[in-house]
């Protein structure tokens, strides 16, 4: 059995799965949004942690479109084009892999 379909059994069960929603994903909101001052890639973390809470909350979902718009518009204003876009993206999560799987193989998490 899904977790989520075991916890969503009973009305008290909804408000805490929503609950833990609402923390794991605000909380990875607050990060992404620091990380659009300082270094990182905000803009991706800031869009993961809206894609958390847009699984239980309208209002989130509503956001990360109106985001998702405004990024491919400051995309478009700098002239990068679509295929450099996927393929940096492409680039980003081969090179978090392979960090990970290092970081893995030697011990460190």
């Known amino acids: 059995m899904k977790i989520r379909t ?3 059994k ?3 069960g909804r408000l805490v799965w929503r609950v833990i929603i609402g923390a794991i994903g605000g909380l990875i909101t607050v990060f992404g949004a620091v990380a659009l001052v300082g270094p990182g890639p905000g803009i991706l973390i800031l869009l993961a942690g809206l894609g958390i809470l847009a699984t239980e909350f309208a209002w989130a979902a509503r956001v990360m479109v109106h985001t998702r718009t405004y990024a491919q518009k400051a995309a ?7 295929w450099a876009q996927l393929a940096l ?3 980003g999560a081969v090179v978090s892999i392979l ?3 290092f970081l893995h193989s030697a011990g460190k998490i």
């Open 99 to 101: 960090v990970i799987l």
């Open 6 to 8: 075991w916890f969503k």
């Open 76 to 82: 478009d204003k700098a002239g990068i084009p679509k």
């Open 10 to 12: 009973t009305p008290i």
């Open 89 to 91: 993206v492409a680039i």
